[in-house]
């Protein structure tokens, strides 16, 4: 859509551009998703974004890395890893992987 040299397209621009068929949008699978759901669930609400959409490309930094200062980050990661029981990292971590812990991690025998 842009190339790193561009600044960012307004959400003006996006909707015009979408609703005019010149820019779509495909969504990714949803097949391990599917496996996790209340997992996911629980992921979305220690991260605040309970509504959220989720694919199986989706990562933490998706939900963390935009509009958030690194204090906050750590923070909410903070706050997230005590709330699931597991580490939960910013960079490079597929939600569907970290339900995949997660399940393993209560399924664990006390």
Known sequence: MNTPDQPP?????LQ?????GELSIELAP??????YPRELDDILEALGFPEALVTDESCVSDFLGFDT???EQAQALTEASARLGIPVTLRGTLL???AAQLRQHRERPS
């Open 9 to 13: 397209m307004s959400p003006e621009e």
């Open 16 to 20: 015009r551009r979408l609703r005019a």
């Open 30 to 35: 949803q097949d391990r998703v599917a496996a």
């Open 69 to 71: 200062d690194v204090d």
């Open 96 to 98: 569907v992987d970290l």
